[in-house]
């Protein structure tokens, strides 16, 4: 990009940082210091205001620009991140969200804690939930990265590395200042941000095909090279029996890895009631859905009017198709309207990825130090020292997210959030369903369950195309591939429920009848909630 699309662009990011840590400081001025306070922001968030949140902490860099991007590069395949992300809500609203918001009290593990012996069983989860994490934040520094690259001019690795490293510094500052309230706030902003933002691209490219979507898709699919393929089933996942199975086990892992998630089950502890979480859950489905349908009209639109080889030879992986867009709708490089628009975009997508990563960070940094720090000190430490070690723990996962963003930095940013959704679905869905509907499951079938399907889920990515073996992988160079799928979700989900039975089958401890009873009518009824 010239000059003149650089100064707006960073002028519009500095004003959304500059705004984003004035919310931080000002709510760091109030009372951080209990864990109720720093975890939750004091339950005091009302449903309009947390469906807002959770849409803001869905909604990231992945969904806005990976999506888009992987649409513009495959067509109709590229559809299933939208589809998948939006059906896994529905397992949330009738599976999870009441019934979380009352067993639990901050984390994953306060949930399975509640009927099992805590220690072990906050171990395994907390170490779960931070991998998933860390896992979510190398996308959005990878996002965060493309971004700048585009607005630079060119490849720019050296400022691909500086603003990876801005955002794992940002998001320390936001989380070790202000807590859950201020995470939450910055997300609401941040979620009327995109969706207006959106809202403006997909209007545009339907104007400029006069409203007729089918023109649209057609031209989408002459321009792509690849005629009518480019609207059918196959194109990226038809190519043989291995890539089918890809398919199925992307789909899994997207629609079963939502409920999973460690950042969006912490978001249902920030209102006051289980009937709040629940109405918190239908205005994020509102937001999201309507969001979801949007980038496929941007997907194909990129399509259209830049081409999928425009798109590839700015990035790859197709990471910036969606500001390529703003620019072309606006008037092209060179004018004044595209300017704006791209400047507008590029901001919106910067703002997307700072904000995700504060939540993000939050929920791990809760898990290290309410779950892993509190039970390796094998007593319960003062709320006000846990929430000083959430702090530190912030830092800590903000320097892994950054090596690891650099070293994933060629990879498409939802298909990285794909593998953190195949990592929940195989490890923290399967005991937090097992604990939530299981009378006789018990402490070991829980910790089996998680390592049951974490290990899985780790080793076959190691052992996958996604590091070895091939041209696009993370260590082109060497090739260690054993498993043939890009996504382990087929295999590691059904392993981490295995796991969690077998485990509760060969365990001898007595399943505390009294207390499955406690759980089951607080979890259905909310009495006795915090």
Known sequence: MTGDHQMPALLLFGTFVAVTLGITTWVGRHRQGSAEEFYAGGRLFSPMENGFALAGDYMSAASFLGISGLIALVGYDGMLYSVGFLVAWLVVLFLVAELVRNCGRFTLADVVAARMRERPVRIAAGTS?????????????????????????????AARAWTVVGVGVLMVIYVSLGGMRATTWIQIVKAVLLLGGTIVLTVLVLLRFHGDFNRLLLTAAERSGHGEAFLAPGLAYGADWTAR???????????????????????????????????????????????????????????????????????????TAVPLLALDLGGGAGSTGGTILFAIVAAVAFATILAVVAGVTLASSASVAHDLYASLRRRRGKPRGEVAVARVAS??????????????????VAFLVGLAFAVAASANLPVLLYSLFWRGFTTR?????????????????????????????LFPGVDFQLFPLQNPGLVSVPLGFLAGWIGTLTSREVPDEAKHAETEVRSLTGAGAV
């Open 129 to 157: 939930s931070v991998t998933v994490s860390v896992l979510y934040l190398v996308a959005q520094m990878v996002g965060a990265g493309s971004l700048v690259a585009l607005l630079l001019g060119g490849p720019g690795e």
């Open 245 to 319: 199975f890809d398919f199925i086990s992307l789909g899994l892992a997207l629609v079963l890895g939502t409920a999973g998630l460690p950042h969006i089950l912490s978001r249902f502890y920030t209102v006051p009631t289980a009937r709040a979480a629940r109405r918190s859950v239908v205005w994020a489905i509102g937001l999201i859905g309507g969001f979801y349908l949007m980038t496929i009209v941007l997907g194909f639109g990129a399509a259209a009017l830049i081409g999928p080889d425009a798109v590839r030879a700015s990035n790859a992986s197709g990471n």
């Open 395 to 412: 830092v800590g996962i903000g320097l892994l997210a950054i090596a690891l963003g650099l070293l994933a930095r060629d990879l498409n």
């Open 445 to 473: 079938g829980a910790v089996w369950a998680v390592y049951g399907g974490l290990v899985p889920a780790v080793v076959l990515v190691l052992l996958s195309p996604v590091v070895s073996g091939g041209p696009a992988s």
